[in-house]
């Protein structure tokens, strides 16, 4: 039995750029669309036309230079924003429409001032009047997770029979759990009934976006939505790298494929961490300064042995920045002999275990060296004698 496929739909460019501070130039959003379609997403939103000229103009140059990917807006269900979303597409390869609209009873009181009725009529007016203008229309409910769930399936029932290829639940401010996602997906493509996939948004402001997203996959979705590095409004969405190398990791247990590419992701998150001026946590798996650094005497020791044996996957398989060994206050001997031999050096017979308790001193107070030349002016300033170790060595 063939492995499902499942499309990654990457809106850095658009829900990611809706992060307080981040703003990109036309040119920055194309630098990224061109990464993104060179890692192999399937889909990229590429904005939100109704945001003004600036806006459509970055959406005009993405689709000249978009290749691959589908390439998708998000519009209102507002036929003059269906027409402008139109004419901004022309040029794409493959053209989707992302409608949306709010479907949860606080913002369709208190945000919409419309009845759920009203919410329902008005989406299948958007979606009739788009059929036929775009190669994919999607349809999203915001705050799905929120929603009334017998009234978010009869939506979405109506709005497949009106035209939409594709339905979409978006757990909009993050409060979800992974089981909430997972009995809420198989809801809908109950209500759907199979004729067209189903996809999430999962935002991450209980830190669940990731969690929720692979929930959501083994649930039966078809389709996820992913940011790089998982920026976005306030805590951010589901991190492509974080998703993408889980299920590559365990992708016999998920059994699922997908067109990312993987040596690409590096390459990909240095682009957005560049062009959106990011500052990445020191913790922040797999791009952050300390995901795949060590100090701790036992992890080094295992490390040193075998990498996997405290790294689950090699960093550089993904394009990303391999491992390194620091040395400080949890500093064991070791990752001292390691750094001297690196440098080139070797001690004297019974210097190694007292080099290293004068290091743990020095750095509990100090932090750890910077580089290998500090450890060495280290040595030196405190009357140990390195030696060459190749001179040692040979005789």
């Known amino acids: 039995m063939p492995s499902r496929k499942i499309r990654l739909f990457d809106t850095t460019l658009r829900d990611g750029e809706q992060a307080p501070g981040v703003h990109l130039t036309p040119e920055k959003k194309v630098k990224i669309a061109r990464a993104l379609d060179e890692a192999g997403l399937d889909v990229i939103e590429a904005g939100f036309p109704a945001n003004g000229n600036t806006e459509v103009r970055a959406i005009r140059l993405i689709c000249k230079e978009v290749e691959e990917a589908e390439v998708a807006v998000l519009c209102r269900p507002i036929p003059s924003e269906i027409r402008l979303c139109e004419e901004v597409l022309d040029r794409a390869q493959r053209s989707r429409l992302h409608l ?75 409060c979800a759990l992974p089981e909430h996602m997972a009995l809420m997906v198989g809801h809908i493509k109950k209500a759907v009934k199979g004729r067209v996939p189903v996809g999430v948004h999962c935002h991450n402001d209980l830190g669940l976006a990731t969690a929720n997203t692979l929930s959501s996959i083994r649930a039966g979705a078809d389709q996820v939505d992913v940011t790089v590095t998982g920026i976005g409004e306030r805590a951010g969405n589901a991190s492509l790298e974080q998703l993408g190398v889980a299920l590559m990791f365990h992708k016999r247990h998920m059994d699922i494929e997908m067109r ?63 491992g390194s060994i620091v040395i400080g206050k949890h500093t064991g001997r070791t990752a001292v002999k390691n750094a001297l031999d690196n440098s080139g050096y070797c001690l004297k017979e019974g210097d190694l275990d007292k080099l290293t308790d004068m290091i743990k001193e020095h750095t509990t107070s100090k932090g750890p060296f910077s580089s290998d030349r500090e450890l060495i002016d280290f040595v030196w300033h405190n009357g140990f004698t390195l030696m060459a170790k190749g001179a040692v060595e040979g005789g």
């Open 100 to 174: 949306w609209i709010a479907t949860s009873p606080i913002h369709m009181q208190h945000k919409l001032n419309m009845t759920p009725d009203e919410v329902v009529g008005k989406t299948i007016e958007a979606v009739r009047y788009a059929s036929g203008r775009f190669d994919t229309i999607q349809f999203s409910s915001e705050d799905s997770t929120r929603s009334h769930l017998d009234f978010l399936g009869n939506m979405m029932r109506e709005v497949v029979r009106a035209g939409a290829d594709i339905v979409n639940l978006a757990d909009t401010v993050g």
């Open 260 to 322: 990312l590419r993987a040596d690409r992701l590096g390459a990909l998150c240095d682009t957005v961490i560049g062009e959106m001026g990011l500052k990445v946590g020191l913790t922040q798996p797999l791009v952050g300064e300390n995901a795949f650094k060590h100090e701790s005497g036992i992890h080094v020791h295992g490390v040193l042995n075998n990498p996997l044996t405290y790294e689950f996957v090699d960093p550089l398989d993904f394009g990303l920045e391999g």
